[in-house]
């Protein structure tokens, strides 16, 4: 039974730093593509950061360049996503996601970013900015 358990999200100021981390357990995720999202009260879903389990590829939204970073350590089977320069709007319940999928390249951010993708989601954890 696959599990994704996500940990690090708390309250912050503007300006502040988060490290979230989930937990991948219950099969091998080495052709895979892992995934944040998010989801703001009373907004959809939506795609964050993403990083393939083999070579390491990363995407990432717009709004989050420069500020946050996905990465991985394949030994503990977790993922991170550690964000900087944090934003009131940043403010969501932060999902960890796992897809049966793997690419590479700047041409598969289109697919990394799809929902649709990702067959496997954490429980959530609510990161909140204050300004």
């Known amino acids: 039974q696959v599990q994704l358990v996500e940990s690090g999200g708390g309250l912050v100021q503007a300006g502040g730093s988060l490290r979230l981390s989930c937990v991948a357990s219950g099969r091998t995720f080495s052709s895979y593509i892992m995934g944040w999202f998010r989801q703001a009260p009373g907004k959809e879903r939506e795609f964050v950061a993403a990083i393939t389990w083999n070579g390491g590829w990363t995407y990432y939204t717009d709004s989050v360049k420069g500020r946050f970073a996905i990465f991985r350590d394949t030994a503990k089977n977790t993922v991170y996503l550690q964000m900087n320069s944090l934003k009131p709007e940043d403010t969501a319940v932060y999902s960890c996601?796992?897809?049966?999928?793997?690419?590479?390249?700047?041409?598969?951010?289109?697919?990394?970013?799809?929902?649709?993708?990702?067959?496997?989601w954490g429980q959530g954890t609510q990161v909140t900015v204050s300004s």
């Open positions: 996601a796992a897809g049966p999928f793997d690419c590479s390249g700047s041409g598969c951010y289109g697919v990394a970013s799809q929902i649709r993708r990702y067959d496997y």
